[in-house]
Nanobody, 117 residues
Framework: QVQLVESGGGLVQAGGSLRLSCAAS????????MGWYRQAPGKQRELVAT?????????NYEDSVKGRFTISRDNAKNTVYLEMNGLIPEDTGVYYC?????????WGQGTQVTVSS
């Protein structure tokens, strides 16, 4: 089993910044990718950003966060980060860490991000 533990959520004013972290632990033999999804109230979970672990760190971002959010990784620590700048109220939601480990998908418990106007 693999466990994902997120941290770094909170309440911030519009225009502010937050940094999310997600550390993976457990029986990890292979990591293909890690990333972040979010779910706003009444909406479906959507992709925010992903980073490939095996393909040179290739990244993928949802259009609305491009230029504001940056995903990065520390392979030695099995940790992925999401630097969020220029936050807007539409970024509010529960942010879930995602990882594909040992060819299986795993999810964190989620961390709340609230952006006030």
């Amino acid at each position: 089993q693999v466990q994902l533990v997120e941290s770094g959520g909170g309440l911030v004013q519009a225009g502010g910044s937050l940094r999310l972290s997600c550390a993976a632990s457990g029986s990890i033999f292979r990591i293909n990718a890690m990333g972040w999804y979010r779910q706003a109230p009444g909406k479906q979970r959507e992709l925010v950003a992903t980073i490939s672990i095996i393909s040179g760190g290739r990244t993928n971002y949802e259009d609305s966060v491009k230029g504001r959010f940056t995903i990065s990784r520390d392979n030695a620590k099995n940790t992925v980060y999401l630097e969020m700048n220029g936050l807007i109220p539409e970024d509010t939601g529960v942010y879930y860490c995602y990882g594909n480990f040992n060819f299986r998908d795993y999810w964190g418990q989620g961390t709340q991000v609230t952006v006030s106007s």
